[in-house]
């Protein structure tokens, strides 16, 4: 896999807003396209048959994640997300602490 598809050193990420050291812990934890947003650290997750746009990824983990059937899909809108309301796409599902929701686009 590419650098440009998934970045593994700090460089591509806001080292003057998230610790190196942190960064570096996501980036080994498979987190990509580490990003702040509205104050919250934001990245790409791959799992077995969605990526996720993980919202609120600190060190023990995240507040929440948006599911995208497709890659391509999850990181246009990380991309273009500006942290209020919900990222923009075909995500599937939200999910988090006490948080089980469908796209309303879905329903």
Same mark, same amino acid.
């Given at each position: 896999?590419?650098?440009?598809?998934?970045?593994?050193?700090?460089?591509?990420?806001?080292?003057?807003?998230?610790? +190196?050291? *942190? $960064?570096?812990?996501?980036? %080994?934890?498979? #987190?990509t396209?580490?990003?702040? =947003? /509205?104050?919250?650290?934001? $990245? *790409?997750? /791959?799992?077995?048959?969605?990526? %996720?746009?993980v919202?609120? *990824?600190?060190?023990?983990? #995240?507040?929440?994640?948006?599911?995208?059937?497709?890659?391509k899909? %999850?990181? $246009? $809108?990380?991309? %273009?997300? &500006?942290?209020?309301?919900?990222?923009?796409?075909?995500?599937?599902? +939200?999910?988090?602490?006490? =948080? &089980? *929701?469908?796209?309303?686009?879905? +329903?």
């Open positions: 896999m590419s650098s440009e598809t998934y970045p593994r050193s700090c460089d591509p990420i806001q080292p003057q807003t998230i610790a +190196c050291a *942190l $960064a570096e812990t996501f980036l %080994a934890s498979g #987190y396209d580490v990003r702040v =947003i /509205q104050g919250q650290v934001c $990245a *790409l997750k /791959q799992f077995n048959f969605t990526t %996720a746009v919202v609120g *990824l600190d060190d023990v983990g #995240y507040k929440r994640r948006y599911c995208y059937e497709h890659r899909d %999850a990181v $246009a $809108a990380l991309s %273009a997300w &500006d942290g209020h309301e919900h990222p923009s796409g075909p995500w599937i599902k +939200c999910k988090g602490v006490g =948080i &089980d *929701l469908l796209n309303p686009a879905f +329903c």
